[in-house]
């Protein structure tokens, strides 16, 4: 992993744009490192890149492009991290108190049959002195294995790290497809899943569905199942359509943001949301990943430089997740992000619990 190291620690002290990632259960850690520091945002979905979007809806994303980017994999050795971290942030009672309230507030305005779900979330900040992005990395890989895991920095923006369990999108071909990915407890809990969790994941599944029927030729719906993710459970729908077209940019366009960080009716839950959270979400609850990269398989080559015509007809696809369980970090200070999705059957301080379960997500490799 030493190579991996130098590579991170030279662009992270040069102040460069870089992202180091992994995919779910892969053996190697993907890297684009920027020749420059210019901020680019995507201009075309059929470009190719590693792109962040953030969760404002129809927000252009930035793009790492290949054509501007070294890009490098690295294979994933053994190596050695912390075990546990001994970081914590005190449970503040005035932001629960604020949460809360806002939750009881979203609640009221769900059984007055203004919105039928409503996806709030809060940002936990404190003070933290980040030296070295590549074991924050090494931690995240770690102890997610079976997550999306990220280092991602540009110096106009910040650092975000996270370690995400939902995708958006993947694509091969004319192929999609997409999860509806909804309801929280932890892993040993003595308990069934509650109608409310039920049906907050069914609200997620049905709109999807209906989001998709207008650019797909074939859509398959699997049965519901209950997915892990470190340490805590979900319920999980997966989704697999023929696309019509291959106008990628609409299909995100009309998904994003799902009903599993924004709410049902898409555009009243986020005016809601933007009325009522009190902070900025920025890129939480937004999207990233690799959009138009060479298919996995077909590629051994470590960078794109000597590029000719063989190269150009490779099959392209693009693997997009959405941006949870994430931290944020800029001038001495860490913000982490985490929410929950707020039906008629919501329990204000079982919400609160909630999103301190999601917490520990980040909180363990700090």
């Known amino acids: 992993m030493q190579n991996l190291r130098e590579h991170i620690e030279e662009a992270w002290s040069s102040q460069l744009p870089f992202v180091a990632y992994h995919l779910p259960n892969a053996n190697d850690v993907r890297c684009f490192f920027s020749k420059d520091s210019e901020l680019r945002h995507l201009q075309r979905y059929d470009d190719a890149g590693f792109v962040f979007s953030a969760f404002e809806p129809l927000s252009q994303p930035i ?24 970081f914590s942030i005190k449970e503040n009672p005035e932001e629960k108190d604020d949460y809360i309230k806002l939750v009881a507030d979203a609640i009221d305005l769900i059984k007055a049959d203004e919105v039928r779900k409503i996806v709030v979330s809060r940002k936990i ?14 931690k995240l890989i770690k102890f997610y294995p079976e997550a999306f895991t990220y280092v ?21 071909r004319t192929q999609f497809k997409t999860m509806a990915l909804a309801g929280t407890k932890r892993v040993g809990e003595d308990r069934d899943w509650t109608e409310k969790e039920l049906d907050e994941q069914q609200i997620v599944t049905d709109e999807i569905v209906y989001g998709l029927k207008k650019h797909t030729k074939t859509l ?45 009716p898409k555009e009243k839950a986020y005016q809601y949301l933007k009325a009522n959270e009190n902070y900025k979400r920025q890129f939480y609850a937004g999207y990233f990943g690799e959009l138009n990269m060479p298919h ?3 590629r051994s080559s470590r960078t794109r430089n000597q590029e000719n015509q063989a190269y150009k007809s490779i099959v392209r696809a ?26 008629k059957d919501s329990n204000p301080e079982d919400e609160w619990t909630e999103t301190v379960n999601k917490s520990r997500t980040m909180l363990k490799v700090l």
Request: proline share 5%.
């Open 63 to 86: 793009v790492f492009p290949e054509a501007t980017s070294e890009v490098l994999k690295f294979e994933l050795i053994d190596y050695e991290v912390e075990s546990q971290s001994t």
């Open 125 to 138: 900040s404190a003070d933290y002195d980040l030296h070295n992005p590549v074991e924050l990395l090494l």
């Open 152 to 172: 991602w920095f540009h110096p106009e923006v910040g650092l975000w790290a996270g370690a995400s369990p939902e995708f958006l999108a993947k694509t091969y």
């Open 220 to 264: 398959e719906v699997s049965e519901r199942k209950t997915d892990k993710a470190g340490e805590l459970l979900h319920l999980r729908t997966d989704i697999t359509a023929t696309l019509e077209s291959s106008n990628l940019g609409d299909l995100l366009n009309e998904l994003h943001p799902t009903p599993a960080v924004c709410g049902l």
């Open 296 to 298: 996995h398989n077909q």
């Open 318 to 343: 693009s693997n997009l997740y959405v941006n949870l369980r994430c931290m944020s970090y800029a001038e001495g200070k860490i913000n982490i992000y985490v929410g929950g999705g707020i039906t």
